[in-house]
């Protein structure tokens, strides 16, 4: 259970089979919660790229950078 931003701020996670799955939304959480650093691996390097992208997208959203 994730209980609060302050349990992942500053800190830097690694995530496996983050390309689908638990995985995957494991690691968007801890772009929400604002984690430092979100390191992600997978065997399946096309949908990991697709991951990464979207993880950067939400990042920049949170920050409140436009991305076009």
């Known amino acids: 259970v994730l ?3 302050a349990d992942f701020f500053n800190k830097t996670v690694f995530i496996t089979g983050a390309s ?7 690691a968007k959480t ?3 919660l604002r984690a430092k650093k ?3 691996a997978a065997r399946r390097l096309n949908e990991l790229e ?3 992208s979207e993880c950067v ?3 920049l959203e949170q920050d ?3 991305y076009q």
């Open 20 to 26: 689908s799955g638990i995985g995957e939304e494991l």
């Open 50 to 52: 697709r991951v990464k």
């Open 38 to 40: 979100v390191i992600i």
């Open 64 to 66: 409140g950078i436009s």
């Open 30 to 32: 801890m772009v929400k």
């Open 57 to 59: 997208f939400k990042k």
């Open 3 to 5: 209980s609060s931003e």
